[in-house]
């Protein structure tokens, strides 16, 4: 038994709050090893959940294209969270063969989840409107965004590299169900995307019981985000109509990490919307007031 002199002055909080400020929090991860694609800079949302799964417990491997690591900061996060990087086109199954069996023997096993942030459309960045598409251009966005998804899981399933209750996630946005002016064919590979992990899902669910899930995230401040054209448009009325408001960066590197925990097993299969609230709003009072 001890007993603590709580006077006056201790009772301010300023004086007794912990800082857990980069310190475990739960230790949701701890354990687990992984492959995060797709961190670039502080504004990546990959970013973002590497930090927070280090946070968690985890170890990782950190991977995105060659022409990426040489314009990005990727090396800052890896000493950050003490992970390796190993550079990777996410459409090459040649690279992506020698990244996931070079993490297992650096990682000292299997992989416990995975983590896709990866887009790109020539024709957003060469300002092609959608009724204009570049068709290379075109099968290019199809690649770079949604067939890597594929290759992925068929490189882990044929490698046997994820253990039993894997969570793969791969981020997304709505516009893979409506339509948004300026997301152009971004649009027709998030749509792809979606179906992709309905798909495996089911069969790496059934073999190995690996749970593959989409997160419909938030219009966010990112480097690849921000480049859509109207982006500051699309955040902003997306902001209004939302009862929670956009979800940041930050939120959806929580959600992610949740989503590689043992707390959501049972969960697959599923586009998980992570947008306070947009998905599921016709439109807000404030947004109405706006236009009155």
């Not at 201790?10 to 739960?26: E, G, I, S």
């Not at 598409?133 to 490189?155: G, M, P, R, W």
Request: with cysteine; aromatic share 10%.
């Amino acid at each position: 038994m001890f007993f603590v002199d709580i006077s006056a002055a201790a009772m301010d909080h300023r004086l007794w709050t912990v800082d857990l400020k980069n310190k475990p929090m739960h230790n949701l991860l701890k354990g687990k090893r992984g492959i995060i694609f797709g961190a670039l800079d502080e504004n990546s949302i990959a970013w973002k959940v590497a930090l927070k799964a280090h946070e968690e417990g985890a170890t990782f491997v950190l991977s995105n294209a060659p022409v990426a690591l040489r314009f990005g900061k990727i090396n800052e996060l890896a000493e950050l969270t003490g992970s390796q990087v190993i550079a990777a086109d996410a459409t090459s199954m040649e690279d992506l063969e020698n990244l996931v069996t070079q993490s297992i023997t650096i990682l000292g096993g299997k992989l416990d989840f995975v983590l896709h942030s990866i887009g790109m459309s020539l024709n957003v960045r060469k300002g092609k409107e959608y009724h204009e598409l570049n068709y290379d251009f075109y099968q290019k966005t199809l690649d770079i965004s949604a067939l890597s998804f594929h290759k992925v899981l068929q490189v882990c399933h044929k490698n046997d590299a994820l253990n039993e209750w894997a969570s793969v996630v791969a981020l997304t946005y709505i516009a893979a169900q409506r339509a948004f002016p300026g997301y152009n064919d971004m649009a027709d590979a998030k749509a792809l995307l979606e179906s992709i992990a309905r798909s495996y899902g089911y069969h790496y669910g059934f073999e190995k019981k690996v749970r593959i899930n989409t997160i419909s995230q938030s219009p966010t401040h990112t480097t690849a985000g921000s480049g859509v054209k109207g982006f500051d448009g699309f955040f902003t009325y997306a902001d209004k109509i939302s009862p929670l408001g956009n979800a940041s960066a930050e939120d959806c590197a929580n959600f992610v990490v949740v989503m590689f925990s043992d707390f959501t097993r049972m969960v697959t299969m599923q586009n998980l919307y992570h947008d306070g609230g947009f998905s599921t709003t016709g439109v807000s009072q404030r947004l109405m007031d706006g236009l009155e």
